[in-house]
């Protein structure tokens, strides 16, 4: 599996390029599975569905809006944040989307817990949580059963603002949090992301 660090400042579009290229080259035999981790330009996201209320008065978002081919309702990337797309071969894995969800939810549980951080699930509801502050969403979608989208996690608290203009995730009166905020002390993206990858890899192998 290749693990490509997209770098800051990424823009929505070309994150899904980046995305279907990977997928492509599954596809056609002529790449490998990939993990992308990058941080986006401010953004905020949400998928096609017809109730999109939970992006609030759009015209008075700080940051545009990219409608998109994942699950989920309104979410928001931007600086601080580190974002994951799994570009993974579901043909190979029982074609089983409950459980790559579950497995991207255990490797970022696992990451925040070396990080000294009490965070796990919650009934119900897919995510990473402490408590009931919310630290990383995850929408998901496949094509012809290669996954893509992924996973954003709050690393630090500048990535916190933005959600107060938009219902997350379409639940209201959550609690976003940071890593950073939750483990008591700076924790950069880099840092995270470092921590990240060996437990995705591990939980990932085919």
């Known amino acids: 599996m290749n693990t490509l660090h997209l770098g800051k400042g990424i823009s929505y ?8 290229a990977a997928v492509d080259s599954i596809l056609d ?3 490998s599975e990939t993990l992308l981790l990058l941080e986006h330009a ?4 949400i998928g096609r569905l017809r109730d999109q209320s939970s992006l609030g008065n759009m015209a008075s978002l700080p940051a545009p809006v990219f409608e998109t081919n994942r699950g989920g309702q309104a979410t928001y990337h931007g600086p601080g944040q580190l974002v994951g797309y799994p570009i993974l071969d579901l043909r190979e894995r029982n074609r089983d989307l409950h459980a790559h969800l579950r497995n991207i939810e255990e490797s970022l549980i696992l990451t925040c817990r070396d990080l000294g951080i009490d965070a ?3 009934e119900g509801l897919t995510g990473v949580w402490v408590e009931n502050r919310k630290l990383a969403s995850i929408g998901v979608g496949v094509r012809k059963w290669i996954s893509m989208h992924g996973f954003a996690i709050n690393i630090t608290a500048e990535s916190l603002l933005p959600f107060f203009a938009i219902t997350p995730c379409g639940i209201d009166g959550v609690v976003m949090s940071c890593v950073a905020q939750e483990a008591k002390r700076p924790v950069s993206v880099d840092e995270f992301a470092s921590a990240f990858q060996p437990h995705f890899e591990r939980i990932f192998a085919r």
């Open 13 to 20: 579009e070309d994150g899904l390029k980046q995305q279907n």
């Open 29 to 31: 035999g002529s790449g």
């Open 42 to 45: 401010p953004v905020y996201t």
């Open 120 to 122: 796990g699930r919650r």
